[in-house]
């Protein structure tokens, strides 16, 4: 009897919801993204992890027991000090890259922040993020005089960007990673066996990414070690970083400060790939890159890569390269100016609440057997839900808050992209209320509005504000007043772009609205004219009435051409500003 009641209890713990402790200890381990770090030094560590061109204008090449040894250092010195909170003011520098992991490894937290910034918000960021010490690429230094004069205490930590790890080139950066090293060999030598390559806690923070703040104070967006850990995992898949021929080439168009770089920091190194580091943007020096280097990655937002395929170096690479889009909705126009370069895109889309990306748009083999037309128009839908995510979801916004009902798989209800799985962020940091906003109803709202296909695939219009009603009917939903059809047309703004840059003579578009006495709203289009061109805004009305495919009740009757559009750091377009030029 006593044999039965074993094998009963035996098969009782199958079904057991809590496991034995002894089996949590051998079938699961915390998740950091860290550990990619020392363990591409432990597999490869001869092989090439940096190329950058410094600030004194050197090539400087590192491999990955140097990345690695340069990390560990860092993080031996914040311990020693017992720093918790590290601010990061740097462009794309090896300094950065190797501050990620340095950080990360003292058992602390980054605070990156947008060095283009006013010294104010630069300020703030640091205040609000609790920064206990700062690392400052040294062409920024003085954007903190606003910061120091309020926290006159806060260590800085200078990086000078030079060839130089010795020496009179050298600067403070390198002289607390030879500090940290030192520390280490005089404490014991335990080298990354003394430091948090695995975290204790996957869900703690590992870093707080902090939003552009355009309309509003920027907001920390709280990163944990499982969340960017996934992430990563998931941008190597869905971008092809390991499936090439040779070692992945990835060149740092992208600022690492935004949304930690889309996780792509620690992604390139899980695959052992080189990084390479770009002070700023410079098309010139990126096409050489790509000819020279054999560039087989990089992520870039629409503008810029509208600006690569008409600068005067652009011509037709041998090797195709993968070019993750995101930031803003790209036009099926620059997709298939991109494939005519061999720059394939690898469609994106996520906010810095999800890590960055978190939906792709995958392209399918039956799209070669479709007109080319339709073929880019798929290309440029948002997609799908990343494989380290679950689906997104496209729901109504005339309901009340906290009510989830997806809109119709019609691809023409337009309702508001939300989003559940792992790589949503925690929340943010110090502001419950917002955090509460966020996932109001259990699913991270976006914010922006799309149609949901019948294949599953979401195609965004506009974000909420970015809607120009032709008809005058108020709606209240989630907080914000909303104008919908009311005899009228809706008007995309996004549409409304993606057709004017079909003009041959026409580089980039936006798109606002302005009042209209009988309609309420109608569009205004702003637009800069490719190099070697010109353009006045009447030839683009005309053109738009008598050539294109646009939509008579979409064609703007005011076109500015414009020497430059505002954009974000990351490439977007700023309608705030559009909206200020309008009224003005």
Request: hydrophobic share 40%.
């Amino acid at each position: 009897m006593s044999g039965v009641k074993s094998r009963l209890s035996g098969l009782l713990g199958h079904f057991s919801s809590s496991p034995a402790p002894f089996e949590h200890r051998f079938n699961n381990h915390e998740l950091s993204p860290t550990f990619f770090l020392p363990r591409a030094a432990a597999i490869e560590p001869d092989a090439e992890a940096i190329y950058h061109v410094t600030a004194n204008n050197k090539v400087l090449r590192r491999t990955y027991s140097e990345t690695a040894d340069r990390a560990r250092g860092l993080a031996y010195y914040l311990k020693k000090h017992g720093f918790q909170r590290v601010g990061i003011l740097c462009p794309n520098t090896p300094a950065f890259l190797e501050s990620i992991f340095g950080i990360a490894a003292a058992g602390a937290l980054n605070v990156a922040v947008n060095y283009r910034l006013k010294p104010e918000d630069i300020a703030y960021i640091f205040e609000h993020g609790d920064a206990d010490v700062i690392i400052a690429d040294q062409e920024f230094v003085s954007l903190l005089d606003t910061y120091r004069s309020q926290h006159p205490h806060t260590p800085i930590i200078v990086d000078t960007d030079t060839d130089a790890t010795e020496g009179q080139l050298t600067g403070p950066f390198d002289d607390a990673v030879l500090e940290g090293l030192t520390h280490d060999r005089d404490t014991g030598a335990q080298g990354w066996d003394g430091l948090e390559s695995q975290t204790a806690n996957e869900n703690s923070t590992i870093a707080l990414a902090y939003t552009s703040g355009t309309t509003a104070r920027p907001k920390g967006v709280e990163f944990t070690h499982r969340g960017c850990y996934l992430a990563a995992l998931g941008n190597v898949v869905e971008s092809g970083l390991n499936f090439h021929r040779g070692r992945a080439r990835y060149l740092w168009t992208l600022p690492m400060f935004h949304a930690m770089g889309w996780t792509f920091p620690w992604a390139v190194t899980a695959v052992r790939g080189t990084h390479y580091c770009l002070r700023k943007i410079d098309y010139p020096e990126i096409w050489r890159l790509l000819k020279d280097e054999h560039i087989t990655h990089f992520n870039a937002a629409p503008t810029v890569n509208t600006l690569l395929c008409n600068a005067q170096e652009a011509e037709k690479l041998p090797e195709p390269v993968q070019v993750t889009v995101a930031a803003s909705p790209p036009t099926a126009h620059l997709f298939e100016q991109m494939t005519k370069l061999n720059l394939h895109p690898v469609h994106v889309y996520g906010m810095t609440e999800t890590y960055g990306p978190i939906t792709k748009g995958y392209y399918l083999p039956e799209w070669d057997r479709i007109p080319l037309k339709d073929k880019y128009q798929k290309m440029a839908r948002q997609g799908h839900g990343f494989i380290t995510s679950l689906p997104a979801r496209v729901i109504k916004t005339e309901v009340p808050e906290g009510s989830i009902v997806d809109v119709d798989r019609n691809g023409k209800e337009i309702g508001e992209i939300v989003f559940v799985g792992n790589i949503c962020a925690r929340g943010y940091y110090k502001d419950p209320e917002a955090t509460r906003k966020l996932f109001a109803g259990g699913v991270l709202h976006s914010g922006d509005l799309a149609v949901w296909h019948s294949d599953g695939a979401i195609q965004i219009l506009d974000r909420a504000k970015d809607i120009i009603i032709s008809g005058m009917c108020l709606l209240h939903a989630y907080g914000v007043d909303l104008l919908i059809d009311a005899g009228g047309e809706n008007i995309s703004s996004v549409a409304l772009e993606s057709m004017l840059v079909t003009h041959p003579d026409v580089l980039e578009a936006g798109v606002v609205s302005v009042p209209d006495s009988h309609w309420g709203e109608r569009p205004k289009a702003f637009v800069t004219v490719k190099p070697g061109k010109q353009l006045v805004g009447e030839d683009v009305i005309k053109w738009a009435r008598n050539v294109s495919d646009i939509s008579k009740f979409m064609i703007p009757r005011e076109v500015d051409v414009v020497t430059e559009l505002p954009k974000t750091s990351t490439g977007k377009i700023r309608k705030n500003v559009l909206r200020e030029w309008v009224k003005k």
